[in-house]
């Protein structure tokens, strides 16, 4: 059962372009959402999250929406550029009963941006 | 961030033996470390909790006696893959969980390549 799922497993945007990446998860108890970039043969790196009690969260290029009655949440990045090229990890938190913090991962989303 | 690493980055082994994976966290202590698995174009998949002074938490579907966990001290943990075979081959990252709030990012480590023969 997938909790957390990233419909497309390519998106391909010109340089200077809008990214957006989508998410959606099935979970309501999910209480924080994460974006994770991963590199061939690295582990994933944090960029952007949000709480589930905002709908909007913006770092510089990258912006991250939540609509919490879709169970959606999008990844915006504006201009896109070609480093920027990479999968892109949706993941969700979840408290457990044992009080720990448990990340859902979707499949991911590769991104190439072309210059 | 967090730095974290992990030894070796990839391996490749016969089936039947036994790898160890290392997990670091080198920045800070890390009571909990986390254990994912990820195979091709799948998502990262958690396997198990490493709790420093205790059992590790498993997830459902994952076999204990197989992916043995050690949380040998507050910067190390290991996974042990025994007896290995070839549906074992997978990509193992680990991650830390970042200082202050419970809801903070992990950092993950560069991940370890099991190829199983």
């Known amino acids: 059962d997938q909790q957390v799922k990233q419909n497309s497993p390519s998106l391909s945007v010109q340089e200077g372009r809008i990214s957006i990446l989508n998410c959606d998860y099935t979970?309501?108890?999910?209480?924080?959402f994460l974006w994770y970039k991963k590199y061939p043969a690295e582990g994933p790196t944090f960029l952007i999250s949000?709480?589930?009690?905002?709908d909007k969260n913006e770092d510089g290029r990258f912006t991250v929406f939540l609509n919490k009655s879709a169970k959606h949440l999008s990844l915006h990045i504006v201009p896109s550029q070609p480093g920027d090229s990479a999968v892109y990890f949706c993941?969700?938190?979840?408290?457990?009963?044992?009080?720990?913090?448990?990340?859902?991962f979707g499949k991911g989303t590769k991104l190439t941006v072309n210059p | 961030g967090a730095v974290v690493s992990q030894h070796p980055s990839r391996v490749i082994c016969k089936s039947g033996t036994s790898v160890k994976i290392e997990c670091r966290s080198l920045?800070?202590?890390?009571?909990?470390m986390f254990w994912y698995r990820q195979f091709p174009k799948q998502s990262l998949m958690l396997m198990a909790t490493?709790?420093?002074?205790?059992?590790?938490?498993?997830e459902q579907g994952v076999e204990k006696d197989k992916f043995l966990i050690n949380h040998a001290s507050l910067t190390l943990s290991t996974l042990t893959v025994t007896s290995a075979h070839p549906e074992d081959s997978s990509f193992y990252i680990c991650?830390?969980?970042?200082?202050?709030?419970?809801?903070?990012?992990?950092?993950f480590g560069p991940g370890t390549r099991l190829t199983v023969l």
């Open positions: 979970n309501s108890m999910f209480d924080y």
């Open positions: 991650s830390v969980p970042g200082p202050g709030l419970l809801y903070n990012e992990q950092f």
């Open positions: 490493s709790n420093e002074g205790s059992k590790a938490t498993y």
């Open positions: 993941a969700a938190s979840l408290i457990t009963q044992g009080g720990s913090e448990k990340l859902v």
């Open positions: 949000i709480s589930s009690i905002k």
């Open positions: 920045d800070f202590q890390a009571t909990t």
